[in-house]
C-alpha cells in the first residue's frame, strides 16, 4: 500500500493523538473519524426522503385543487 507525507499543524497533530485510540494507526484514526471505510447503511438514502415527498403531495394537492376549480368540482 502506497502512503503520503502530510503536514499539520502541532495542535492538530495533538487532537489526532489524542483522538486515536491506543492500537489504531493514524490513518485508521483518521478513516474512523471521516467515516471513509464504514459500511454505508442501505437505508442511508432514504434519510430526508419524507421532505421530498411532503413537497409531491403539495404539489399535488395543489394542482388538484386547481383542476376542481376549474371543472366546477370544488368540495
Known amino acids: 500500500m502506497s502512503s ?3 503536514s499539520l499543524k502541532e ?3 495533538n487532537c489526532l493523538d ?3 485510540g491506543t492500537d489504531e494507526s493514524f490513518s485508521d484514526a483518521i478513516d474512523r473519524l471521516l467515516g471513509t471505510h464504514q459500511e454505508r447503511h442501505p437505508l442511508t438514502d432514504l434519510v430526508g426522503l419524507t ?3 411532503d413537497a409531491v ?3 399535488a394537492d395543489t394542482f388538484r385543487d386547481d383542476i376542481d376549480q376549474r371543472l366546477g368540482n370544488e368540495q
Open 4 to 6: 503520503k507525507t502530510i
Open 11 to 13: 495542535e492538530t497533530y
Open 18 to 20: 489524542r483522538a486515536k
Open 51 to 53: 421532505e421530498d415527498i
Open 57 to 59: 403531495r403539495s404539489r
